[in-house]
Every structure is written in C-alpha cells, then in structure tokens.
C-alpha cells in the first residue's frame, strides 16, 4: 500500500512542478508582449513627435562645431 501512496505523491509532484514551470513560462510570454507594446507605443510617440516639430529639431546635433 506505501509503493501506491509514493507513487500517487510522486504522481502529484511531478504534475505539480509541470503547471509550474506552464504558468512561469506563460507569465514570462505576456512580460515581454507588454515590453513590445510598450516600446511600439513608444515609437509611435517619438514618430508623432518628430513629425509636428519644425523643420531641424528633433534631430541629434553636434555640438562641437
């Protein structure tokens, strides 16, 4: 009767440490979706920004010169 009960409790561990290793998987998915999101939203910005400036700003200058 112990070898069924070890069995069963391995059974669950096992299944246990699967759903785990599912949802940190999934959760790491949906992060870097959002971190996609977040820099495409933040492009969009910079390109609607750039496109209501006037002519030559917005643009890297050199300040050497």
Do not use: Y
Not at 7 to 23: D, G, M, N, P, V
Not at 30 to 59: C, H, I, R, W, Y
Request: no cysteine.
């Amino acid at each position: 009767m112990s070898d069924v009960v070890s069995i069963a409790q391995s059974f669950a561990a096992t299944q246990a440490a699967s759903l785990q290793q599912a949802l940190s998987t999934e959760m790491l998915r949906q992060n870097a979706e959002s971190a996609q999101s977040l820099v495409s939203m933040l492009q969009q910005s910079v390109d609607q920004t750039k496109a209501t400036l006037p002519e030559g700003q917005g643009t890297i200058v050199d300040r050497t010169a």
